[in-house]
């Protein structure tokens, strides 16, 4: 499985999102406050818009604060100006990492990045040297044991999707960007039960990773996605099931 799915699946059973909703409040309004500012204020016009509010809502973020992050994207309310930036480089074990940042310091991002790469046994690349290893896809993340396979492979494929991945214990449906949405409500529509569903960059090869490496890995994630500034990390490892019960 790939390492971004991989990593949501763990921070799913971990509840690392629960834990930290106010922070990942703070990263989708300023998602939705950039992405108004880009494409304006109406989300049937504005599909980047229409994803951040769609994940905001997923999140239960109340109705008030994604209209105020709206009014700052388009002005009408004073706010910080973010920039996107993006940052590339190598993991522990060798494996492609990219970072998405969002901020209104980039010095400072810059500074926090390269530092939990050089702490955990990774660094910072030139533009451009592992982007080229990932590709933008819609992906739906299903568990085996609690969803008709029989019946999701159908219906994903009926509605437009274009590959379903099976790993040991989790499916994944993969989708065009374009098309993610409309996979994704006839899933729901049909009442079938996902633990994730992003836009994302899906990566077009993995790196197996050994226990140390893997532990090593799964720390920069965890502290990369825990900076205020970084708003999206994308990764090609992979950890089998036997490297992540030994390190669990």
Not at 57 to 76: D, H, Q, S, Y
Not at 118 to 146: H, S
Request: aromatic share 6%.
């Amino acid at each position: 499985m790939s390492g971004h799915s991989k990593w949501a699946s763990i921070k799913h059973k971990k509840g690392v999102v629960d834990a930290k909703r106010g922070k990942i409040f703070s990263k989708l309004i300023k998602e939705i406050t950039v992405a108004a500012r880009m494409g304006g204020k109406d989300p049937d016009s504005n599909s980047r818009l229409r994803l951040a509010i769609a994940t905001a809502k997923a999140e239960n973020m109340p109705k008030e604060n994604i209209e105020r992050a709206i009014k700052k994207g388009t002005g009408e309310l004073e706010g910080s100006n973010y920039e996107e930036v993006s940052y590339e480089g190598y993991g522990p074990g060798g494996v492609a990492v990219l970072v998405e940042v969002l901020t209104d310091n980039k010095n400072r991002a810059v500074a926090d990045v390269r530092h939990l790469f050089e702490r955990y046994g990774g660094n910072l690349g030139e533009t451009g040297c592992v982007a080229w290893m990932f590709a933008q896809k819609g992906l739906i993340v299903f568990q085996k044991d609690q969803i008709d396979e029989e019946k999701l492979f159908e219906l994903a494929l009926e509605a437009g999707a274009d590959d379903i991945k099976e790993g040991e214990k989790e499916l994944e449906v993969i989708t065009e960007p374009s098309s993610f949405e409309h996979v994704k409500a006839a899933i729901e529509n049909a009442g079938l039960n996902y633990i994730l569903a992003e836009i994302t960059m899906i990566p077009k090869t993995t790196v197996n990773l050994d226990d140390k490496h893997a532990q090593q890995m799964l720390t920069l994630m965890e502290l990369l996605e825990d900076n205020e500034d970084v708003n999206h990390v994308y990764s090609n490892f992979d950890i089998s099931d036997e490297v992540m019960e030994s390190i669990s």
